[in-house]
C-alpha cells in the first residue's frame, strides 16, 4: 500500500472499466487463448486487495469469455460440415 503525505495508508484502486478494455485487448491478441490463460491474465489485473471485492467481475468476465470460445467452436464447426446441397 502506497501512503500519502499525512501518513494515512491510501488504498490501491481498481477501475473496472480498464479491466474490461485489458480483457478485451488479451482476446484481440490472443484470438485462439486457452480459458486458463484469460483467467490467469484476469487474476493478475485485479490488485490482491481488492480481490475480494471485485471476484464478482473475474466470474462474469470469465464466462463471457467461455461463451465466446463455445460460440467459436459452433462457428468452426458450422463451417466445417459438409454442404448437403452438394452431396
Known amino acids: 500500500m502506497r501512503s500519502c503525505a499525512e ?3 491510501v488504498a490501491q ?6 479491466f474490461k ?3 478485451k485487448d488479451w482476446i484481440r491478441e490472443n484470438p485462439d487463448g486457452a480459458l486458463q490463460d484469460f483467467t ?14 471485485y471476484g464478482w467481475l473475474l466470474e462474469q ?5 467461455r ?4 460460440r467459436r467452436d459452433t462457428n468452426r464447426d458450422a463451417l466445417n460440415e459438409p454442404d ?4
Not at 461463451?67 to 463455445?70: E, F, G, P, Q, Y
Not at 448437403?84 to 452431396?87: D, F, L, M, P, V
Open 7 to 9: 501518513g494515512y495508508p
Open 21 to 23: 478494455k485489458a480483457a
Open 84 to 87: 448437403e446441397a452438394i452431396a
Open 61 to 65: 468476465t470469465v464466462s463471457w469469455y
Open 13 to 18: 484502486t481498481f477501475d473496472s472499466n480498464a
Open 40 to 53: 490467469d491474465f484476469c487474476e493478475e489485473q485485479i490488485p490482491s486487495t481488492q480481490f475480494a471485492a
Open 67 to 70: 461463451h465466446i470460445l463455445a
